[in-house]
C-alpha cells in the first residue's frame, strides 16, 4: 500500500509517499481502507517537532530523540472496512466508518489496522468521508475539554483561535451545550464563526478581548498566546480556563491554578463514545464540517505547508481517489 513516510523532523517536504507492507488485522482487529483523512495541527508540530517551549525534549523522548519513531503521521481516517480479525462482532466489510490510532498514529497511509475497542465509529449514511472525517479532531477536543471543564447551558465561553480545527467545532459543540459565544479570530474569519452559531465575534486584529472589560464562566485558548496569567482577568468567578496548548511552564503552574484544565484522559478523548457521539451530532446537523480545503493524497506536503500558516478555516482534508 502507499503510505505518507516522515523519516527525520523537517519541513513539509520530507514527508514522502512510498510503498510500504499493508497491515493484516490481528484478533480483535479490523483494517481499514482510508477514504479521507487529515493533515492537523498535531501533525504539522510532530513533522516540524514545533512544540511549546520547554517541551522539545519530552517531546523527542516521546517520539523519538533523532527521528520519528512512527514515520507515519496520520491521526484520524474515514473509509470502509476491508477486513475483520476473528472474534471481531460489532464490525464488518463494507461497514463506512471514522477511526484512530490516537497518538500511534498511522492514518496516512491506504490502509489501517484499528482495535474493535478501540476509536471506531460507523459514519451516519448522509456523510460524505470527507465531512466525517473533518468533524474528528476538533470535535473530539472540543467535546474532551467542554466535558472536563464541564460548560453547562446558559453559561458564557470565550474561545480564542475559534476558525481553526478546534475552534470551529467548539463553537458549535458550545452553542449545542446552550451556551452564549464568543469567537475570537481575524476579522476575515468572521463571518465563518458567526455562521457556525457565535452569538459575538472579537477580531483579535483590532481588539483585545483581555481588555474590554468582558467576564466569561470559561476561557478556552487554541492559540496559545492567551495563558491564564493573560486572561484570568477576563473569568467571573469560579471560571475556568481551558488550556488547549500551553508550555511547559504554563502546564507546570496549572497543576496549582485551580481555574486552569489542561486536559483529561487521551484514552477518553480519542474513543469510539466520543466518535460516536461526533458522528451523531454530526447527523442531526448540530456539527457541520468547516473544511479548509481538499487535497489528493499525493500532494500532502502542500497540505502540510497549508496547516504550517496557521490561518486555515477548520481542516485540511485528503483523499484517496475513490468515489465513495
Ligand atoms: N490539548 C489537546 O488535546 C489538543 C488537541 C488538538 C489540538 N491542540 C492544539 O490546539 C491548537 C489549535 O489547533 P487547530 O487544529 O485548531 O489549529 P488551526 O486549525 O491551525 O487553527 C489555528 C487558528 O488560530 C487562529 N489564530 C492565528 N493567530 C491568532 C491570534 N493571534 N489570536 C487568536 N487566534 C489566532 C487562526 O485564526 P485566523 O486565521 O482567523 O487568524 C486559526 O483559525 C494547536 O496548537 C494544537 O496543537 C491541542
Known amino acids: ?34 477514504f479521507a ?29 533523532t527521528k520519528p519513531k512512527q514515520p507515519i503521521f496520520g491521526f484520524e481516517m474515514a473509509g470502509r472496512v476491508e477486513a475483520v480479525g476473528e472474534a471481531v462482532t460489532r464490525f464488518q466489510p463494507g461497514d463506512r466508518v471514522v477511526a484512530s490510532r490516537g497518538f500511534d498514529f498511522g492514518c496516512h497511509a491506504e490502509y489501517i489496522t484499528v482495535a474493535e475497542e478501540g476509536a471506531i465509529a460507523k459514519i451516519p449514511e ?15 477536543t472540543a467535546l474532551n475539554f467542554f466535558r472536563v471543564g464541564n460548560l453547562a447551558a446558559g453559561e458564557t465561553v470565550l474561545i480564542n483561535g475559534a476558525s481553526g480545527a478546534v475552534g470551529t467545532m467548539s463553537v458549535q459543540i458550545a452553542k449545542d451545550i446552550g451556551a452564549e459565544v464568543t469567537a475570537v479570530c481575524s476579522g476575515a474569519n468572521a463571518d465563518v464563526v458567526k455562521g457556525l ?37 477576563s473569568l467571573k468567578p469560579g471560571g475556568r480556563f481551558l488550556m488547549i496548548i500551553g508550555d511547559l511552564w504554563q502546564m507546570v503552574a496549572a497543576t496549582w491554578q485551580k481555574a ?64 465513495g
Open 126 to 140: 448522509d456523510l460524505s468521508y470527507e465531512d466525517a472525517v473533518a468533524v474528528c479532531f476538533g470535535g473530539a
Open 197 to 233: 452559531g457565535a452569538d459575538h465575534v472579537v477580531d483579535y486584529t483590532t481588539e483585545d478581548f483581555t481588555r474590554n472589560g468582558q467576564r466569561y464562566d470559561v476561557v478556552m485558548d487554541n492559540h496559545g498566546n492567551a495563558p491564564y496569567a493573560r486572561i484570568k482577568g
Open 260 to 323: 486552569t484544565i489542561s486536559g483529561g484522559d487521551n484514552k477518553t478523548a480519542i474513543s469510539a463514545d466520543s466518535y460516536r457521539d461526533l458522528m451523531s451530532l454530526a447527523e442531526r446537523g448540530a456539527l457541520k464540517p468547516v473544511i479548509d480545503s481538499v487535497l489528493p493524497f499525493a500532494d500532502i506536503a502542500e497540505a502540510h505547508r497549508r496547516v504550517d500558516s496557521d490561518h486555515k478555516v477548520g481542516s485540511v482534508v485528503l483523499t484517496f481517489g475513490q468515489d
Open 37 to 65: 483523512t487529515t493533515v492537523n495541527s498535531g501533525d504539522a508540530r510532530v513533522r516540524a517537532l514545533r512544540v511549546p517551549r520547554g517541551l522539545r525534549l519530552p517531546m523527542r523522548l516521546k517520539l523519538g530523540v
Open 1 to 34: 500500500m502507499k503510505a505518507a513516510v516522515c523519516e527525520r523532523y523537517g519541513p513539509p517536504e520530507v514527508v514522502q509517499i512510498r510503498e510500504v507492507p499493508t497491515p493484516v488485522p490481528a484478533d480483535g482487529e479490523v483494517l481499514v481502507e482510508a
